[in-house]
């Protein structure tokens, strides 16, 4: 069965600081995708970023960055010189190749207090 | 920029009732999307839709959902006989390419409440 773990439940961390949110999935396909998605206190849902299995490139987007190491079947998401404005819950997701069994984290707080 | 849109904004039903939520995705998208979220819980999936067609669908997604495309812009998600809890917050999303980049474009939510 599919699984994904975020660990960090909430993080408070001052502006400026880097923060790094785990992320550990269980999956026995070879085969599958892993998501990253954020959610500010406006409910929203912006979608970050999507990753497939066979593409082990770490990424880097502006401020984000995101570490896949399927070796250790993790893909943790990390904000460089956050800001207030990245406060919100962030939550990663799992589904296999065609889609089936999407499985999201439980989410992690990200506080970023001024 | 594009967006994804959705109808009503919020919508209290008795327990019992028929609720359609309505989403329309980006124009050139093929591939759309419901979600829902139980207050303060995570994200859950529901069902994708593609060439008018479910292409997956989770456990949640029993006979009680359907979804449907009418009219080639719309895409809703139809709830039979709505339960208690059924009251979350309903995503819908569709997904396209920016660049070489599949991204997914996500609705503001429909919040439902049945009672």
């Known amino acids: 069965a599919q699984k994904v773990t975020q660990a960090q439940t909430e993080i408070s961390v001052v502006e400026k600081e880097d923060v790094t949110l785990d992320c550990v999935y269980e999956?026995?396909?070879?085969?599958?995708?892993l998501f990253w998605y954020k959610q500010p206190p406006s409910g929203e849902l912006v979608f970050l970023i999507r990753?497939?299995?066979?593409?082990?490139q770490n990424e880097i987007s502006g401020r984000y960055s995101w570490n896949f190491q399927k070796s250790t079947s993790s893909f943790n998401f990390t904000i460089t010189a956050s800001q207030v404005v990245d406060s919100a819950v962030y939550f990663c997701?799992?589904?296999?190749?065609?889609?089936?069994?999407?499985?999201f984290g439980p989410g992690t707080r990200l506080s970023v207090l001024p | 920029e594009p967006e994804v849109t959705q109808t009503p904004s919020h919508q209290v039903t008795q327990m019992g009732q028929e609720v359609i939520l309505r989403c329309v995705p980006i124009?050139?998208?093929?591939?759309f999307y419901w979600y829902r979220q139980i207050l303060g819980q995570k994200v859950e999936f529901l069902v994708s839709?593609?060439?008018?067609?479910?292409?997956?669908k989770s456990e949640i997604f029993d006979d009680q959902f359907s979804v449907e495309r009418p009219d080639g812009s719309n895409f809703t998600l139809k709830i039979r006989s709505t339960k208690l809890e059924d009251s979350a917050m309903y995503f819908c999303a569709s997904s396209g390419y920016s660049g070489s980049q599949e991204t997914q474009y996500f609705g503001p939510g429909t919040r439902l409440l049945v009672l």
């Open positions: 997701a799992l589904s296999d190749d065609y889609g089936q069994n999407f499985v």
């Open positions: 990753r497939n299995s066979f593409d082990e």
């Open positions: 999956t026995r396909d070879t085969t599958y995708y």
């Open positions: 839709f593609y060439n008018n067609e479910i292409s997956e």
């Open positions: 124009s050139n998208h093929l591939y």
